[in-house]
């Protein structure tokens, strides 16, 4: 017998050193894993808000240079291109290159491709751009809108440069020449290389047909390729205005988080990407460090567990005894305060569950001064009802009603009970009467909508009488009796009136005609409604 229950001693320490260090392991190893997965989101965010404020920075670049081109637009429409004209021209392009320093210089050609003015210091027109991809696409199309060109190397400078563009269009309509602003490849070069995105991050920008202007890297800028095929504008920035996603790319296999915008007035998106793996190192490092530390509670863990299994094995089962008394004894105390609190037929509130809410809430509003509404419903003829159809079906019918009123509420403190047989009551707190009587043709007529048959009913089906009264503001001195009854002479008059109604307390109607005073374009309601 003692070499068994050793035995089971010996096991049960066992079993929890086992399960000890596992759930050690597995903690850690969840914490070290969103850890990751949190500073993965972060990058995301981060890389996103920089694409964004890169992406406002290139549109602001082209929009400054596209108002250029159409002060010029207007200049050659109103004076021609006459020689005093390209003089002035040239003077306000000179000017206008050495103002925005992204600008590499500024051209007008005519309608055969000729230079006719620039904002070189020297009027050079021997040269032809008559190839150039736009220049075709104005002399093709007709639009007065911005082109934006793949990038080229000057002819000029020899430098590479991006191209923005708008058409020249004489007054006929026809074909005049066109307007160009070349920006600086080395002018976002520069900029970019003040942004931190790692050794092997990047931030790529680029025309939204997937031609490639600028991609970035720490000791390496490019030009010129084609990305259409690349998965993050095939898959996404093709698709999206904006996002991120993890991707491996084609041209180095690297696995990189990128977040791409697209500008908002131009057709162009940015990139910003930082890798996975250089992102990650410090993780590594961190959880390399709490493995270690791991390992070595696990290894404490286990020499202490032996010693505590003991006292551990004696204490369990008184716990184990005292948990089963402690949840009984919850479940037998929740099972009595919902019978005590509600009603056994219709699962609303009870009479007495009603009654200490509304002087609760009653008390609750007279401090915050405040409105309280109540609304009494009455089943019309209801007897009669049960006395035709039997009391099973008559319990059936107050089911379904009840339903329909316990779905009515809309906040949290809002309260439905059954009053009593066939009566049932909302208390309504911070609601004020218009609110209330606003409710009450709602439930009426979602009662109504139940078409339920009633042969000695108004209409061949069930309806109810609701009376509603409402104390607004609650005073101290109010007292739940006299709401209570005001509701319920309100729903006397429903009744008497012929049922199948409703009917604000006099004392309500005074306040709607407060507020009607109050704001005298609003509309008037009257008491029988």
């Given at each position: 017998m003692?070499?068994?229950?050793?035995?089971?001693?010996?096991?049960?320490a066992?079993?929890?050193?086992?399960?000890?260090?596992?759930?050690l392991?597995?903690?850690?190893g969840?914490r070290t894993w969103?850890a990751?997965?949190?500073?993965?989101?972060?990058a995301?965010?981060d890389?996103?808000n920089?694409?964004q404020?890169l992406?406002?920075?290139?549109?602001?670049?082209?929009?400054?240079?596209?108002?250029?081109?159409?002060?010029?637009?207007?200049?050659?429409?109103?004076d021609?291109l006459?020689p005093?004209?390209?003089?002035?021209?040239?003077?306000?392009?000179?000017?206008?290159?050495n103002e925005?320093?992204?600008?590499?210089g500024?051209?007008?050609?005519?309608?055969?491709?000729?230079?006719?003015?620039?904002?070189?210091?020297?009027l050079?027109?021997?040269?032809?751009?008559?190839?150039?991809?736009?220049?075709?696409?104005?002399?093709?199309h007709?639009?007065?809108?911005?082109?934006?060109g793949p990038?080229?190397q000057?002819?000029?400078?020899?430098?590479w440069?991006?191209?923005?563009?708008?058409?020249?269009?004489?007054?006929?309509?026809?074909?005049g020449?066109?307007?160009l602003?070349?920006?600086?490849?080395?002018?976002?070069?520069?900029?970019?290389?003040?942004f931190?995105?790692?050794h092997?991050?990047?931030?790529?920008?680029?025309?939204?047909?997937?031609?490639l202007?600028i991609?970035?890297?720490r000791?390496?800028v490019?030009t010129g390729?084609?990305l259409?095929?690349?998965?993050?504008?095939?898959?996404?920035?093709?698709?999206?205005?904006?996002?991120s996603?993890?991707l491996?790319?084609?041209?180095?296999g690297?696995?990189?988080?990128?977040?791409?915008?697209?500008?908002?007035?131009?057709?162009?998106?940015?990139?910003?990407?930082?890798?996975?793996?250089?992102?990650?190192?410090?993780w590594?490092?961190?959880?390399?460090?709490?493995?270690?530390?791991?390992?070595?509670?696990?290894?404490v863990?286990?020499t202490m567990?032996?010693?505590?299994?003991?006292?551990i094995?004696?204490?369990a089962?008184?716990?184990?005894?005292?948990?089963?008394?402690?949840?009984k004894?919850?479940?037998?105390?929740?099972?009595?305060v919902?019978?005590?609190m509600?009603?056994?037929?219709?699962?609303?509130?009870?009479?007495?569950?009603?009654?200490?809410?509304?002087?609760?809430?009653?008390?609750?509003?007279?401090?915050?001064?405040?409105?309280?509404?109540?609304?009494l419903i009455?089943?019309?003829?209801?007897?009669?009802?049960n006395?035709?159809?039997?009391?099973?079906?008559?319990?059936?019918?107050?089911?379904?009603?009840a339903a329909?009123?316990?779905?009515?509420?809309?906040?949290?403190?809002?309260?439905?009970?059954?009053?009593?047989?066939?009566?049932?009551?909302?208390?309504?707190?911070?609601c004020d009467?218009?609110?209330?009587?606003?409710?009450?043709?709602?439930?009426?007529q979602?009662?109504?909508e139940?078409?339920?048959p009633?042969?000695?009913?108004?209409?061949?089906h069930?309806?109810v009488?609701?009376?509603?009264?409402?104390?607004?503001?609650?005073?101290a001195?109010?007292?739940?009796l006299?709401?209570?009854e005001?509701a319920?002479?309100a729903?006397?008059?429903?009744k008497a009136?012929?049922r199948?109604?409703?009917?604000?307390?006099p004392?309500?109607?005074?306040?709607i005609a407060?507020?009607?005073?109050?704001r005298?374009?609003?509309?008037?309601?009257?008491?029988d409604?």
């Amino acid at each position: 017998m003692l070499l068994n229950r050793r035995h089971s001693s010996v096991c049960l320490a066992t079993l929890f050193v086992v399960l000890a260090c596992a759930a050690l392991i597995g903690v850690d190893g969840w914490r070290t894993w969103q850890a990751r997965e949190r500073m993965l989101a972060q990058a995301a965010i981060d890389t996103g808000n920089m694409a964004q404020a890169l992406a406002r920075h290139a549109d602001d670049i082209y929009q400054e240079a596209d108002l250029v081109l159409r002060v010029v637009q207007e200049h050659i429409a109103e004076d021609g291109l006459d020689p005093k004209s390209l003089q002035r021209i040239h003077r306000q392009l000179v000017m206008q290159v050495n103002e925005l320093p992204q600008l590499n210089g500024i051209f007008v050609y005519d309608q055969d491709g000729r230079w006719l003015v620039n904002s070189q210091q020297t009027l050079d027109t021997t040269h032809n751009n008559a190839d150039r991809s736009y220049f075709i696409h104005h002399r093709d199309h007709a639009d007065d809108l911005p082109y934006l060109g793949p990038p080229v190397q000057s002819k000029s400078t020899g430098l590479w440069i991006f191209t923005i563009s708008r058409r020249i269009t004489r007054a006929d309509g026809s074909f005049g020449g066109v307007v160009l602003a070349t920006i600086s490849f080395d002018y976002f070069k520069r900029y970019y290389e003040n942004f931190d995105v790692g050794h092997r991050g990047l931030i790529l920008f680029a025309l939204d047909t997937g031609m490639l202007l600028i991609r970035s890297t720490r000791g390496e800028v490019s030009t010129g390729q084609d990305l259409s095929n690349s998965a993050i504008f095939r898959d996404h920035a093709s698709r999206r205005d904006r996002g991120s996603i993890e991707l491996a790319a084609r041209f180095d296999g690297e696995q990189r988080i990128n977040s791409f915008v697209r500008l908002p007035r131009y057709p162009m998106f940015m990139t910003v990407a930082v890798s996975t793996d250089e992102l990650l190192t410090g993780w590594r490092h961190d959880a390399y460090v709490r493995s270690i530390g791991i390992l070595f509670l696990v290894g404490v863990l286990a020499t202490m567990g032996r010693r505590l299994v003991r006292q551990i094995k004696r204490q369990a089962r008184a716990e184990v005894e005292a948990v089963k008394a402690r949840v009984k004894t919850d479940q037998l105390n929740a099972t009595l305060v919902q019978l005590a609190m509600h009603d056994g037929l219709t699962g609303l509130a009870n009479r007495r569950h009603f009654d200490r809410t509304l002087s609760a809430e009653l008390a609750r509003v007279a401090n915050e001064k405040g409105p309280l509404a109540l609304i009494l419903i009455d089943v019309d003829y209801f007897k009669l009802y049960n006395d035709v159809y039997g009391h099973t079906k008559g319990d059936d019918c107050l089911k379904q009603i009840a339903a329909v009123i316990g779905r009515s509420k809309r906040r949290g403190r809002d309260l439905a009970a059954r009053y009593g047989g066939e009566e049932f009551a909302l208390v309504l707190p911070d609601c004020d009467i218009r609110g209330a009587t606003a409710l009450a043709n709602t439930l009426r007529q979602s009662i109504a909508e139940l078409r339920l048959p009633h042969s000695g009913g108004r209409h061949g089906h069930v309806s109810v009488s609701i009376g509603v009264a409402a104390l607004d503001p609650v005073q101290a001195h109010d007292s739940p009796l006299a709401l209570i009854e005001s509701a319920d002479q309100a729903l006397y008059q429903a009744k008497a009136g012929g049922r199948d109604r409703i009917v604000t307390a006099p004392q309500s109607l005074k306040v709607i005609a407060r507020d009607e005073l109050a704001r005298p374009h609003s509309a008037r309601s009257g008491q029988d409604l």
